[in-house]
């Protein structure tokens, strides 16, 4: 079965300093992998997605993640965390075979603090 | 990216009553898709609305409690009927565009969610 794991339910950071949020997935096909966030009251945003080539993708905000095939994950990283970075990400797993339906993580909440 | 609104945005419903939900989108897209987020929870897929035909469940969503229709390719509704307070949640629809171009093809965009609560 599908799965998609978001170990970290909370992450706190200081402001400026760099953040690192993981993913790890489980699936039975090569996956469309995606981040999304959302701010309270808020629908879902898309980051970034990666479907082939270049394991180092770059989104909106300042982030980027790393595909690494190896180890299931596409973990969401940020140099630099900004008070309005605060907000709930989401990891998500799809794939054409199961007619590009998506698989959720738990999700991990970011607080930022000044 | 498509442009996509839903309405209501929020209410407040009783119990055993139903409640439509809207999905319109700007543009043409191939695929609607409608989730359910339960408070303080991830999002789980409904169904995909398929234009011109039944929606396609997924497991523990059934159409009698969640029918959906698409009757064209930007419009879709989502009704939670019977309502129960177990229905209280955020319900979102999500559209994929057609095509190649890579900044839409398999890509899912999401609409700002219809926050339901049930008395």
């Known amino acids: 079965a599908q799965s998609v794991t978001q170990p970290d339910i909370h992450i706190t950071v200081s402001e400026g300093a760099s953040l690192e949020l993981r993913c790890n997935y489980s699936y039975g096909a090569t996956p469309y992998l995606f981040w999304y966030v959302q701010s309270p009251g808020q629908g879902l945003q898309l980051l970034l997605k990666y479907f082939s080539g270049d394991t180092l993708v770059q989104g909106i905000k300042g982030f980027e993640a790393e595909f690494k095939r190896s180890q299931s994950s596409f973990n969401l990283r940020k140099p630099s965390v900004h008070w309005s970075d605060a907000a709930e990400y989401f990891c998500a797993v799809g794939a054409r075979e199961y007619g590009n339906k998506l698989v959720f993580g738990a999700g991990t909440i970011l607080r930022v603090k000044s | 990216s498509a442009v996509i609104s839903q309405k209501p945005s929020r209410d407040i419903c009783q119990r055993g009553t139903s409640l439509t939900i809207q999905c319109q989108v700007d543009?043409?897209?191939?695929?609607m898709f409608w989730y359910r987020q339960q408070p303080g929870q991830s999002l789980t897929l409904i169904a995909t609305a398929n234009q011109g035909s039944e929606a396609t469940y997924e497991s523990g969503f059934v159409i009698d409690k969640f029918p959906i229709s698409r009757p064209n390719l930007t419009f879709s509704t989502l009704t939670v009927s019977n309502m129960s307070p177990e229905d209280s949640s955020i319900y979102l629809c999500?559209?994929?565009?057609?095509?190649?171009?890579?900044?839409?093809?398999?890509?899912?965009?999401f609409g700002p969610g219809t926050r339901l609560t049930v008395l």
């Open positions: 999500s559209v994929e565009g057609a095509g190649t171009a890579s900044d839409i093809a398999d890509t899912q965009y």
């Open positions: 543009s043409q897209v191939t695929m």
